[in-house]
C-alpha cells in the first residue's frame, strides 16, 4: 500500500524533511503482452487503466505514452467541467462523468481540486435566448441542474461582467450550472496514473506507437520504439493523434485534427469566481486557484499537428474579453499555447468499437473532452472489457456517422466546449 | 499566422483565407448508387494526415477563388500551391 | 532616514531633472532616466515585496524583464493602476505611485509569513496531497487558498488609455539593439536592405553601452565609446528604422512577430490624455536577426533569496548606468569571471568591495589580478552556504568546496555585508528562438543551450547564439550577418580586441551545503517559491520529464517564465537523474517573451469598433420612428415599433393586427441577394435546391430549400428568374455569407464546368415589403404606371419598373401569407421609396413592423424560420415540407443523406403546430414537449421552436418539433415547465388560411 496522502502524512513526512515518500507511479519497461493495451497517456487513457483495473478485474493492462503523462490536452485545457449538455446521450454522459468528479478526489486519495464554482453560458441575441431555455428545460427534465437568469440576475453572479445594453451584442441572459465548475487537470492525470499504478498497470511512457499489428479483422498487438507489445484489446485515446493510429490499423475515422488555443494573465487577487462562457462573443474565462485569469480561444479551421495556432484567434478571443470584461484592459497575458483537437462532425465523441475486433477507439472530443475524463474512462473500460459499449455511451458509436443518427451538438450550441 | 501565395493574387496573409478540409475528395456523379457506407465514407471520413497533406483553401477576402495547397501539418510549412483542377506539383 | 546612494555623473539619469514618485505611500525623489528599481534603491530601499507562497521578503534582483521579486501594483485604486509592473523596467515620472504586493498589512509585517513557518509541512504539491476531508470542504479551503495566492490587484475600471495595430514589412528585422544588433544593423541598412531594429530598453546599446572598463577596448577605443560612434553613424542610415521601449513578445512561424511599442509608460499621467499608449507592431520580416542577448543566472545556495541579493550583472548596470550603489558594504559571489568586472566598477567609484567568493580554485585573469591589487579579498574554492538578515541581508557565512564540488569541507567563515551581488555565468537568450519552432543544442564546455536549427529564414548573434567575448560577438556577427544577408560589402575590417575576461566558469547547478538538504531553502524559482529540494522531491515521487516537474513544482510557472531558474531546474534534475542536459526536454517557452496587456494585443477593435454593425439604407427612419432594435448577425433589424406607452407585446400585436387587416411595411433589405448568371444557372439552381427550377419561366419566383451535404435543412428563400440565364436568389439574413461561399464552393471545385456566375449584391438594394389587403392599392400608388392586376401580375412573379426614374424590380411574393409586394431598388433610394410607401399608405393604415411581427405573422401561416425552427438536424421531410424535395430530380446537394437508415425513420422529429388548452396561455419557446409526465427517466418528444399570442386568430399559437409528430395531429401532449405542466394538442402548423385565399384577397 502506497503512502496514504493526507495532512497527517504530510506532517509526519515533514521530521523526515519528506525524504521517505514514493513514487506516485513506476516507470516500468513493457511486458511482451497485456490483457489490454491503452494508446495514450492522457487523462482519459489513465482513466481506462484505472477502470479496466478497478472494475473488471484486468489485472494486466499497461497504459503507452509517447511522451509524458498528461501532457497533451490534459495539460493544456482551460478545465471547464459541466453536464449542462441539450440531448439526452450527452447529458447522460457528462452528468455521469459529473458525479464521478464529485467523489473523484477522495476516491483517488489525489486532490483533483473539483470546485463547483458553476458555469455560465451567456445569450447575447434573441436565438442565444430560445437556444439556452431550451437546453435549460432539457436539463431540468434530464435532472441537470440548470437555471435561466435574465441579465439582471447574470450580473449578480457576476457582477464584473459588462450588461450594459449598449453595447454591441448585450448579455440578455445566461444558463446557470452551479454543480458545474473547475479542476485542476495535471492532478486529474496523476491521480488516476497513481491509482492505476497501485492496481498494478504499468505505466510506459516515452512509448511511441509505431503500428498496429492485425491478423485479418483481429488485433494482435502493437509496434512501439521499445518493441512489439502483444495484446488482445487495445484501446486508442490519442486525442489529436487518432487519426494518425487509426490509419496504422488501417482505418479512417470521422475526425479532423484542429489547433485550440488558450492563455492564461498574470495572477492576480479574486476578481472572477465562476466560470463564464459566451459562444456569440467568443470567449470564456474563469480564475485558476493560482490567481491567473485562464481565457479559451476557438479552433483555427485548419488541420494541423503543429500545436500552434493563428495569432488572430487569440485576439479575437481578448477583443470579446475586453467587450464583455472592460476592466481587463491593463491585465497583461503571461503565457499562451495550443494543442491539437480531434473533432468531430457533430462536435460529440466517438467511444466505440470499430470493424476491426479487440480494437476500440475513444476519441473526438473536440474542444471538451476534459470535463468528461472520468466518465470516458468508466465507459470505455466498459466497452473494451465488454465488448459492448455501456448505454450510457452506445450513442456515441462509429457507425452513426453511416445510419446519420448523429448527436450535433455542434447544431444545437453553436460551439460545444 | 501563414502567407498563403494565392495563384491568383499573389502572397498574402492567412487571415484572408479559408481553409476547407482535405482535397481530392471527389463528390460521387451518382450519390444514389452508394450504400450508406460508401457515402458515410466521402461524407464523413477523412485521413487527417499528420505529415504531407493536399488541401483546399479559399481566399475568401480576396479573390474568393478556391485552389489547393501541399503543407505539411507537423510544421505547417507549404510546399507547394496549385489551381483547382491541375495536378499536384509535388509528390 | 534613509541614505542617499547615488553618486554623480552617470550615464542614463539626468541630475537636473529630479522626479518624485510614491512607494508605500512614502514620497522619494529620482532622476529623469531611473527606472523605479534604481530609484529606490538609491534610497536604499531593497525590500520591495513578497514571494508567492511563503511571503518572504523579497528585494530587487535584477535590472531588466527577468525580475521575478520586484514587481508593483502601479497605481493602487485609480483606473490606470496595473498590477505585478517590474520595478525594473518601470521608467519613472513625476507622481508615479506605486505599492508593494502579496503583503497584509504592510511589506514589512504580513501576516501571510506566518507560511514561511509553515513551510516544512508545504513542500511542492502538498496540495495535491490534503484538503480532502471533509469531502464537501474544498470549496471552503479554496475560498483562503485563493485570497493568499494571487499577486497584484485587477484593475477595477474601464482602461482610459488607448492602443492600436500597426503592419510593419522589412527586409531585415533586428530584435536588440546591444552591439551585435547595431552592428548587424549597419551592415544590413547599408547594404540597401530595409531594416528595423527594436529594442526594449529606452536607450540603444545594450550592456556594452556601459562597458567603460579600461580593460575591455575595440580598436583601442574604450568599448563604449566604440559603440557610441557606432550608434551615432546608424542613426543617420537612411534604410533603418529604429524603435526603442519596443519589445518582441512573440515569434511566431513565417516570420511573423509580434512586438509591443511603448509611447507613453514613461510620461507623467496628464500628459497622457488622448495619445496612443501602446502600438501593437505586426511585423513581416523576409529575415530576422536575433540579437537578444542573455541573461545572467544567480546561483543555488540557502537562503539566496533575501532582498539585498542581487545579480552582479545588475550590481554593475546601477553602478555603470544610472549611478547607484546597491550597497556600502558589499560581496560578490561568482563562478566565473563577469563578477570582477563588477567589482572592478564598484572600486572604480569608491564603494567598498568587502570580498569575492569565488567557486573557481584556478582564478586566471587580469580582472581577478586587478581585484586583489585592489586588496579585495578573494576566497578561491569557496561557496556561500547560508545568508542572514531578514528583511536585508546583513551577512553570510561560506565554507570550502571539497574537490568534486559535491560537499562543503573545512569550517564556516561568517562574513558581513549589506548586499552580494552574484553570478552563475550566463544563459542565452533564446526564448523567441524557441518559439519560433527552432531546435537548441547543449554545449557542454559552458553547459549552455544554444541555437541549432533554424526553423525559417533568421539567424541569432552575440550572447543569444552562445558568443560571450568580445572578440566572438565582433567577429562572428560580420561574418554570419554577411553571410546571412548575401552580402560582401561592410565597413568592418578587423578588430583588435583587448579584454580581461578569462572564459573559465565552474558550474555547479545546486551548491552543497553543510545543512541536509530538508533543512534549506535554495530557491531556483524565486517569485513562486520552488526550491532545489522541491525539484529533487518531485524526482522522487516520479516526475521526471520537465514539463512535469516544473508543473509539479511550479518552476517557471512565474511571471518571469522561468527566466532565471529553469537552467538550474534542469540542472539540478539531470545531476539528481543522472542523465544528459536535455535529456528530458527543455522547456518550451511560450509566448509572449514579457507579458502583454490586453489592450495592446486588442488594439482598437473595443467598444463601438468590438464588431462592424450593418445597417440598411432605411435604418435613420428607423430609428427617427422610435424603432427597437435585434441583433441578426450583424445587422440591426427594426424588431418593433412601440407607440407611446406601448409595450413589446401591445406593439406586436397591433403590428400584427395591422398587417392582415389594413397594410404593413417591412423592411427587409437585409435578406442576402446573391445575382445568378450563365448559360447553366437553371442546372445550377437544380443541383443547390432540392426542388426543380428548369422549367421556371422568366418573371416568375419560386420557393426554394437549400440542404447541406447531409441532408439537413441549410437555408432557405425566394429564387427570381430575371431571365432566360439571369436569376437573383435571397438568402436568410444570417445565413447570407455562408451560402455565397458554399455555391462558390461546389461551382469552383465540383461543377467548373457550369457556366454561372455569382455576385452578393446584398448591400446594393434596398428591399421594401408591403403586404395586406391594402398593399396592391398603395403599390399602385407608389408605382402608377404598372399594371397590377392578379392576371397581369400574379403571385409569384415579378415586374421590372421605375419609381420615377429610377429603375426598381418588383416582386409579389409573399412571408405572411397576406397579398405582398416587394420592391428591390438601389440601396440609396432606399428610404425615399419607403417614404413613399408610408405616405401614400396613410390613408390605408399602413403599419411598419418589424421582425418580432414578421416572426408572428409567418407562424399563423405555418412558415419556418431556418435557425429557429430548424437546428441542424432537420430534414425537410421532417418539417413536413415533402412537396419541395423532387422526387425527379437525379440529384442535389443532400439528396443522398435523406435515405440513410436514420433518415428515413418515420419517427423522426417532426414539425408540428401546437395549440393550448387554454388559448391564453402562451409557450414559452425551447420548453420541452412530453406524452408521459410520469414516465422516469422522462422522455422528451421535442420542444417549442416558435410561440405567439395569435391577435388574428384570438389564440395563443405554437410551432415545435415532435417525435412522430407527423402522425399526432389531435393528440394530446404536456410542456413540463418548472410550476406547472401546460397541456397542448398537436395541430396542423396552418393556423390561418390553410386555402390561401388571403393571397389574392379583394377588400
Redesign the interface.
Known amino acids: 500500500m502506497k503512502n496514504n496522502y493526507s495532512i497527517f502524512s504530510l506532517i509526519k513526512n515533514a521530521f523526515s524533511y519528506h525524504e521517505n515518500w514514493e513514487k506516485a507511479w513506476k516507470d516500468p519497461e513493457p511486458k511482451k503482452e497485456y490483457e489490454a493495451i491503452i494508446v495514450g497517456g492522457g487523462g482519459h487513457g489513465l482513466a481506462t487503466a484505472y477502470y479496466l483495473a478497478k472494475k473488471h478485474n484486468m489485472k494486466n493492462i499497461a497504459v503507452v505514452e509517447k511522451g509524458w503523462i498528461g501532457g497533451g490536452n490534459t495539460g493544456r485545457n482551460t478545465t471547464i467541467i459541466r453536464s449542462n449538455y441539450l440531448w439526452d446521450a450527452s447529458a447522460g454522459l457528462y452528468d455521469h462523468a459529473l458525479k464521478i468528479w464529485e467523489g473523484l478526489s477522495q476516491e483517488l486519495n489525489y486532490n483533483v481540486m473539483f470546485s463547483q464554482r458553476g458555469v455560465m453560458n451567456l445569450a447575447h441575441n434573441l436565438q442565444d435566448v430560445r437556444d439556452l431555455k431550451r437546453r435549460t428545460h432539457a436539463n431540468r427534465l434530464n435532472g441537470i441542474d440548470a437555471v435561466y437568469l435574465n441579465t439582471e440576475e447574470v450580473k449578480k453572479f457576476c457582477p464584473i461582467i459588462n450588461t450594459s445594453q449598449d453595447i454591441r451584442y448585450p448579455v440578455l441572459g445566461g444558463t446557470l450550472q452551479r454543480r458545474a465548475g473547475t479542476a485542476r487537470h495535471d492532478a486529474v492525470a496523476w491521480g488516476y496514473a497513481r491509482g492505476a499504478d497501485e492496481m498494478g498497470v504499468d505505466i510506459i511512457q516515452n512509448c511511441e506507437v509505431k503500428g498496429i499489428k492485425r491478423n485479418g479483422d483481429t488485433v494482435e498487438g502493437i509496434e512501439t520504439n521499445k518493441g512489439f507489445i502483444k495484446a488482445k484489446k487495445i484501446g486508442v485515446v490519442a486525442a489529436g493523434h487518432s487519426s494518425v493510429i487509426a490509419n496504422m490499423a488501417g482505418l479512417k475515422l470521422p475526425l479532423e485534427s484542429k489547433p485550440l488555443q488558450a492563455l492564461v494573465s498574470e495572477p492576480v487577487k479574486p476578481i472572477i469566481d465562476t466560470v463564464v462562457m459566451s459562444n456569440a462573443v467568443h470567449a470564456y474565462v474563469s480564475q485558476s486557484d493560482k490567481g491567473e485569469l485562464v481565457i479559451g480561444a476557438g479552433t483555427d479551421d485548419y488541420i494541423s499537428y503543429s500545436q500552434k495556432g493563428s495569432h488572430d484567434i487569440v485576439e479575437g478571443t481578448l477583443n470579446a474579453i475586453l467587450e464583455l470584461y472592460p476592466i481587463f484592459s491593463r491585465m497583461r497575458m503571461l503565457r499562451q499555447w495550443g494543442g491539437i483537437v480531434d473533432i468531430c462532425p457533430d462536435a460529440s465523441p466517438i467511444i466505440s468499437k470499430t470493424s476491426v475486433k479487440g480494437l476500440y477507439f475513444n476519441c473526438g472530443w473536440g474542444t471538451g473532452g476534459f470535463k468528461a475524463t472520468p466518465g470516458s474512462g468508466d465507459l470505455f473500460a466498459h466497452t473494451i472489457a465488454n465488448d459492448e459499449p455501456h448505454k450510457l455511451n452506445a450513442a456515441f458509436n462509429l457507425n452513426r456517422f453511416v445510419s446519420g443518427d448523429l448527436v450535433d451538438e455542434h447544431g444545437a450550441a453553436a460551439v460545444a466546449h | ?3 498563403i501565395n494565392c495563384p491568383f493574387c499573389g502572397e498574402r ?3 484572408e483565407f ?5 482535397a481530392h475528395i ?2 460521387p456523379k ?3 448508387e ?1 450504400s ?2 460508401e ?3 466521402f ?8 505529415g504531407v ?1 493536399f ?4 481566399h ?1 477576402h480576396g479573390c ?3 485552389f489547393n495547397i501541399v503543407r505539411d ?4 510549412q507549404i510546399k507547394a500551391v496549385y489551381k ?2 491541375e495536378k499536384p506539383p509535388v509528390k | 532616514m534613509s541614505k542617499n546612494l547615488r553618486f554623480k555623473s552617470s550615464k542614463q539619469v539626468d541630475e537636473t531633472y529630479r522626479i518624485s514618485f510614491k512607494f508605500n505611500n512614502k514620497t522619494y525623489y529620482g532622476y529623469k532616466g531611473d527606472t523605479l528599481a534604481s530609484a529606490l534603491l538609491a534610497n536604499d530601499i531593497h525590500l520591495v515585496g513578497r514571494s508567492f507562497k511563503y511571503h518572504r521578503p523579497r528585494g530587487i534582483m535584477t535590472a531588466g524583464s527577468e525580475e521575478p521579486n520586484a514587481i508593483i501594483q502601479l497605481h493602487d485604486n485609480t483606473s490606470r493602476t496595473e498590477p505585478n509592473v517590474r520595478a525594473t523596467e518601470i521608467e519613472i515620472y513625476e507622481g508615479l505611485v506605486a505599492s508593494s504586493q502579496n503583503c497584509w498589512p504592510s511589506v514589512n509585517f504580513d501576516i501571510g509569513g506566518i507560511n514561511n513557518i509553515l513551510s516544512p509541512i508545504l513542500p511542492a504539491g502538498f496540495y495535491y496531497k490534503t484538503f480532502m476531508w471533509p469531502k464537501s470542504f474544498w470549496e471552503k479551503y479554496e475560498y483562503f487558498i485563493r485570497k493568499s495566492a494571487g499577486l497584484g490587484k485587477s484593475p477595477k475600471e474601464a482602461d482610459p488609455d488607448i492602443y492600436e495595430h500597426k503592419y510593419i514589412h522589412c527586409d531585415v528585422l533586428i530584435i536588440g539593439a546591444g552591439i551585435s544588433g547595431i552592428m548587424a544593423a549597419k551592415i544590413s541598412a547599408k547594404n540597401g536592405l530595409k531594416t528595423l531594429l527594436v529594442d526594449e530598453k529606452s536607450f540603444l546599446g545594450g550592456s556594452t553601452i556601459y562597458d567603460n572598463s579600461e580593460f575591455s577596448k575595440i580598436n583601442n577605443q574604450i568599448t563604449s565609446s566604440w559603440l557610441e560612434k557606432e550608434i551615432n553613424e546608424i542613426s543617420k542610415l537612411e534604410n533603418l528604422e529604429i524603435k526603442t521601449r519596443t519589445s518582441v513578445a512573440a515569434f511566431h512561424g513565417y516570420n511573423f512577430l509580434l512586438a509591443r511599442e511603448n509611447l507613453t509608460d514613461h510620461l507623467p499621467i496628464d500628459q497622457r490624455e488622448n495619445k496612443i499608449r501602446h502600438r501593437l507592431l505586426k511585423i513581416r520580416a523576409k529575415k530576422v536577426i536575433s540579437a537578444t542577448g542573455a541573461i545572467e543566472r544567480p546561483l543555488i545556495f540557502d537562503n539566496n533569496d533575501r532582498p539585498g541579493i542581487l545579480l552582479s550583472s545588475a550590481i554593475k548596470k546601477y553602478i555603470d548606468l544610472y549611478g547607484v550603489a546597491c550597497g556600502e558594504n558589499n560581496i560578490l559571489f561568482t563562478n566565473n569571471d563577469t563578477a570582477y568586472e563588477t567589482a572592478l566598477s564598484m572600486v572604480q567609484r569608491g564603494i567598498k568591495v568587502n570580498a569575492i567568493i569565488d567557486n573557481r580554485e584556478d582564478i586566471d585573469s587580469k580582472l581577478s589580478y586587478e581585484a586583489e591589487k585592489n586588496n579585495i579579498r578573494i576566497f578561491k574554492g569557496y561557496t556561500v552556504v547560508d545568508t542572514y538578515g531578514y528583511k536585508r541581508i546583513n551577512g553570510l557565512s561560506i565554507m570550502e568546496l571539497s574537490k568534486d564540488g559535491q560537499k562543503v569541507i573545512g569550517k564556516k567563515i561568517r562574513l558581513s555585508c549589506d548586499s552580494l551581488g552574484v553570478s552563475g555565468g550566463w544563459t542565452p537568450a533564446v526564448h523567441l528562438f524557441t518559439q519560433s519552432g527552432g531546435k537548441l543544442k547543449f554545449r557542454e564546455d559552458d553547459q549552455v543551450f544554444i541555437p541549432n536549427k533554424y526553423p525559417s529564414d533568421q539567424l541569432s548573434i552575440g550572447s543569444c547564439n552562445g558568443d560571450f567575448s568580445l572578440e566572438e560577438i565582433t567577429t562572428n556577427t560580420v561574418s554570419s550577418v554577411k553571410k546571412f544577408l548575401n552580402v560582401n560589402n561592410t565597413d568592418y575590417k578587423t578588430f583588435e580586441i583587448i579584454t580581461g575576461i578569462n572564459k573559465s566558469k565552474r558550474n555547479i547547478w545546486l551548491l552543497p551545503s553543510d545543512k541536509i538538504l530538508g533543512k534549506t531553502k535554495s530557491f531556483v524559482d524565486f517569485q513562486n517559491d520552488a526550491t532545489a529540494k522541491d525539484i529533487k522531491l518531485a524526482l522522487r515521487e516520479g516526475f521526471r520529464s520537465i514539463e512535469h516537474v516544473k508543473r509539479y513544482t511550479t518552476t517557471g510557472m512565474g511571471t518571469d517564465q522561468g527566466k532565471l531558474g529553469n537552467m538550474h531546474a534542469l540542472g539540478i534534475i539531470s545531476e539528481t537523474a543522472g542523465t544528459k542536459m536535455g535529456e528530458h526536454g527543455t522547456t518550451t517557452f511560450r509566448p509572449p517573451y514579457t507579458p502583454l496587456t490586453f489592450g495592446t494585443i486588442v488594439g482598437r477593435n473595443v467598444g463601438e469598433f468590438f464588431d462592424i454593425i450593418r445597417r440598411t439604407p432605411i435604418h435613420d427612419w428607423h430609428v427617427e420612428n422610435n424603432a427597437k432594435f435585434e441583433n441578426v448577425g450583424q445587422w440591426k433589424r427594426a424588431w418593433y415599433y412601440p407607440k407611446a406607452n406601448e409595450n413589446m407585446h401591445q406593439a406586436v400585436q397591433r403590428e400584427s393586427k395591422a398587417a392582415r387587416d389594413c397594410a404593413g411595411i417591412l423592411d427587409a433589405s437585409t435578406l442576402g441577394k446573391i445575382d445568378i448568371q450563365g448559360t447553366d444557372a437553371s442546372e445550377f439552381l437544380n443541383r443547390v435546391y432540392t426542388n426543380a427550377w428548369s422549367k421556371l419561366a422568366i418573371g416568375k419566383c419560386r420557393y426554394g430549400l437549400m440542404l447541406n451535404e447531409d441532408g439537413m435543412v441549410y437555408d432557405d428563400g425566394v429564387t427570381t428568374r430575371l431571365d432566360e440565364n439571369h436569376y437573383i436568389m435571397t438568402t436568410t439574413t444570417g445565413g447570407a455569407a455562408n451560402v455565397l461561399g458554399k455555391l462558390e464552393d461546389y461551382l469552383q471545385t465540383e461543377w467548373p464546368e457550369l457556366d454561372v456566375y455569382l455576385s452578393s449584391v446584398t448591400d446594393h438594394y434596398a428591399t421594401i415589403s408591403v403586404c395586406g389587403p391594402h398593399s396592391k392599392k398603395i403599390i399602385s400608388k407608389v408605382i402608377p404606371d404598372l399594371d397590377f392586376s392578379d392576371e397581369k401580375f400574379p403571385h409569384m412573379s415579378f415586374k421590372n419598373t421605375k419609381i420615377g426614374q429610377v429603375k426598381c424590380r418588383v416582386m409579389r411574393i409573399s412571408f405572411t401569407g397576406e397579398q405582398s409586394y416587394e420592391i428591390n431598388i438601389q440601396s440609396n433610394y432606399g428610404k425615399s421609396v419607403w417614404e413613399k410607401c408610408m405616405e401614400e399608405g396613410k390613408d390605408f393604415n399602413i403599419t411598419p413592423y418589424g421582425t418580432e411581427t414578421m416572426h408572428l405573422l409567418r407562424a399563423e401561416k405555418g412558415f419556418i424560420i431556418v435557425g429557429q425552427d430548424t437546428d441542424a438536424t432537420m430534414t425537410p421531410i421532417d418539417l413536413q415540407m415533402d412537396w419541395i424535395v423532387s422526387k425527379k430530380k437525379y440529384d442535389f446537394i443532400g439528396k443522398r443523406s435523406l435515405y440513410r437508415s436514420d433518415t428515413i425513420k418515420d419517427d423522426r422529429k417532426q414539425l408540428v403546430g401546437l395549440l393550448t388548452e387554454n388559448p391564453e396561455e402562451v409557450l414559452e419557446e425551447g420548453a420541452q414537449i412530453v406524452a408521459d409526465i410520469k414516465k422516469s427517466p422522462i422522455e422528451m418528444l421535442g420542444h417549442v421552436t416558435s410561440s405567439y399570442y395569435s391577435p388574428n386568430l384570438n389564440k395563443s399559437i405554437a410551432l415545435g418539433v415532435v417525435k412522430g409528430g407527423k402522425k399526432m395531429i389531435g393528440q394530446k401532449l404536456i410542456i413540463p415547465m418548472e410550476n406547472k405542466n401546460i397541456n397542448v394538442t398537436v395541430a396542423d402548423p396552418v393556423f390561418l388560411d390553410k386555402e390561401g385565399e388571403r393571397l389574392n384577397a379583394k377588400l
Open positions: 499566422m501563414f502567407l496573409e492567412q487571415s479559408k481553409a476547407g478540409g482535405e471527389k463528390r451518382q450519390p444514389t452508394l450508406d457506407d457515402w458515410a465514407e461524407l464523413f471520413m477523412r485521413k487527417n494526415i499528420k497533406q488541401e483546399r483553401w479559399n475568401a474568393r477563388k478556391w501539418t507537423s510544421n505547417d483547382m483542377g
